[in-house]
């Protein structure tokens, strides 16, 4: 009964460090997502991807790689980190590929990232 | 553009009161409406969602109405309870398109015994 789950769940680095979050789905749901949450702003989705092989830009990407590794997973990569990128990252996924009413999103319990 | 605004908090309870999280949205077309709530240290969860106008979405005793006159969706409870103590993002998908979500910047409810 995993769901979504993201790793790690807390990560603090450096300025100019990388790193990689995981995200990994077991409801064989073709969409998945990646949102930032910071304080007073909700949920910014940052990437998703509408299916197996394919991956789009969301609102605020800059920064930011994604890679679809196959139809369970889902990784978000900071090439560079920046403080600007102290934040909590949401992995969610959803079972319909594209067009379609009341989609649900199911979400992990997020990474906490501190960038110093 | 498409925007989702809420009430802003914390909105503080006692147990046993009644709950309003207003929320309004503004979006072309018609758009599916959601509450998400988010537990302490957990991941957001559907609370309950709606997907036309004058629908009525309910669960665990919140209720909330999409009204397309007001552009409403507000979420209501009539008894709250300590373990309703959560943060709250109203959200829409909007028609057509890909499943995105956007979401409200979320309403703290803090209740107290």
């Known amino acids: 009964n995993a769901g979504v789950t993201q790793t790690p769940k807390f990560q603090v680095l450096k300025t100019g460090q990388s790193m990689t979050l995981q995200c990994a789905q077991d409801?064989?749901?073709?969409?998945m997502y990646w949102y930032r949450q910071d304080p007073g702003m909700g949920l910014r989705l940052i990437y998703y991807?509408?299916?197996?092989?394919?991956?789009d830009k969301g609102e605020v990407p800059n920064g930011y790689n994604v890679s679809r590794l196959n139809k369970r997973e889902f990784s978000l990569r900071l090439e560079s980190a920046a403080p600007s990128q102290t934040s909590v990252y949401f992995c969610?996924?959803?079972?319909?590929?594209?067009?379609?009413?009341?989609?649900?999103?199911?979400f992990g319990a997020g990474t906490r990232l501190s960038v110093l | 553009g498409d925007s989702v605004t809420q009430m802003e908090g914390p909105v503080t309870l006692s147990e046993e009161a009644f709950l309003t999280i207003n929320c309004t949205y503004t979006?072309?077309?018609?758009?599916?409406l959601f509450w998400y709530v988010q537990y302490p240290g957990e991941g957001l969860q559907l609370l309950l969602k709606?997907?036309?106008?004058?629908d009525k979405g309910s669960n665990k005793g919140f209720e909330a109405t999409y009204r397309k006159e007001t552009t409403s969706f507000h979420l209501e409870k009539g008894s709250v309870q300590v373990s309703d103590s959560a943060v709250y993002f109203c959200?829409?998908?909007?028609?057509?398109?890909?499943?995105?979500?956007?979401f409200g910047a979320g309403t703290r409810l803090a209740v107290h015994p």
């Open positions: 969610a996924s959803s079972e319909e590929k594209g067009a379609g009413g009341g989609n649900i999103q199911y």
């Open positions: 409801m064989n749901h073709n969409s």
């Open positions: 991807s509408a299916s197996e092989g394919t991956t």
């Open positions: 979006a072309t077309g018609y758009p599916s």
């Open positions: 709606a997907t036309k106008a004058d």
């Open positions: 959200a829409l998908r909007l028609s057509g398109g890909y499943n995105k979500l956007i």
